[in-house]
């Protein structure tokens, strides 16, 4: 398991997230824009203390669920943040702004 301790808006990815669940290693993560969103994908959310124990004993606990967790991070890593995957968004995005430029 990985737990990202991180609780301010601050950090607005979580790009040690995806390295996790890209192997296989469920995460949790607090609850903050961003993070919470790529924590979902393979893992846990938590708003507080009690829940952050609560998930960690969760994964501890149930291997069932860590091994469920572990195995969906990975199949997202692999499917929507693949170099590939990355290239063509980043394409895309400067395919729209070079469009609204010359407008």
Known sequence: MFYLPAQ???EAFGIVLLEAMACNTPVIASNIPGVEE????GGLVFE???EL???ITRILEDDA??????????SIVAQKYNWESVLDKIETLYKITSEKQQQ
């Open 8 to 10: 301010s808006r601050l």
């Open 53 to 55: 124990s609560l998930n």
């Open 65 to 74: 669920l860590a091994t469920k967790l572990g195995r969906r991070g990975k």
């Open 38 to 41: 790529i924590a979902r994908n």
């Open 48 to 50: 507080n203390e009690e």
